[in-house]
């Protein structure tokens, strides 16, 4: 038990716990409205715990209680073949592709674009403002364009939705990687250029290396935007699949149990792709000789 209270366990199992009482809370008067009119169509008089439960057993409820949530994710994941078009495995792997393709694709790009800024003084004046505005562009307003502008030229499937996950991921990693590459203090580019240093051995002795923590810590940034990136993707072009397309039908058809299971498929890839990099960071450093 000093071991629960003195490690991280405990303060997130109370934090979860509040976050239960607080839904389930919630979701009483958030359906009480049907339930009253359920309740008086079928002249039933209820008490206060009755009327409770009834709340939170709802078909199609304004906020589903978690435990409707729970086995709407078990019995999309579990109890349903992945190859179904109903499994949230099957949609779950889907946006898991073009979050990755899109979040390679934009991280190459950012430091592509980083390397260039850092190391010529009229594209950092030239790009970095076209860089900084593309972010005021609202990505709803530009995924339709995408989605269909590539789709009148025979382009569709993942690479839209990949693209749109690269258009949000990049901007992380241009600006993480320009402030580690610029990192290095003018003392140690003296110091390098003494040694008769190139312009590579610059590069790879010394700012490379003091760029590794940001670009790891915009990588976790641009990983979790590539996500939303493919889902609003899905929600755009609903023929291929996803967790954007369980949450437009779910829309559509009410199933607000079925939206909020979606939602935490996707909430639970995003931070498994999140640790996923924070790993792949602690193997850079060791690799790099930091201590662990």
Known sequence: MRELMDGKTLPILIVLAAIGLIWYAAAIPMNAAWQDRLNARAGLEVSFTEFAGQTWSQDKPLLPAPHQVIGEIWQATIGTDITSKRSLAYHAGVTLSSTLL???????????????????????????????????????????????????????????????????????????????????????????????????????????????????????????????????????????????????????NGQTIQMWAALFIAAALAAVLVIAVGEAEKLAARSMGARP
């Open 102 to 252: 899109g979040f390679a694709l934009g991280t190459l790009l950012g430091v592509g674009l980083a390397l260039v800024i850092v190391h010529n003084d009229a594209s950092d004046r030239s790009l970095m403002p076209w860089i900084i505005a593309s972010q005021t562009v609202p990505i709803l307003a530009i995924a339709p364009m995408v989605v269909v502008g590539l789709g009148a030229v025979g382009i569709t499937g993942l690479l839209p939705k990949a693209l749109i996950s690269m258009y949000l991921s990049f901007f992380p990693v241009v600006v993480g990687m320009v402030k580690g590459l610029r990192t290095p203090e003018a003392i140690q580019l003296d110091l390098m250029r003494t040694y008769n240093a190139t312009p590579w051995q610059l590069f790879s002795k010394l700012r490379w290396p003091s760029a590794i923590p940001f670009l790891f810590a915009s990588m976790k940034v641009g990983i979790a935007i590539s996500l939303i990136g493919a889902v609003v993707g899905e929600l755009s072009n609903n023929a291929g699949g996803g967790l954007g397309v369980r949450l437009l039908t779910g829309s559509y």
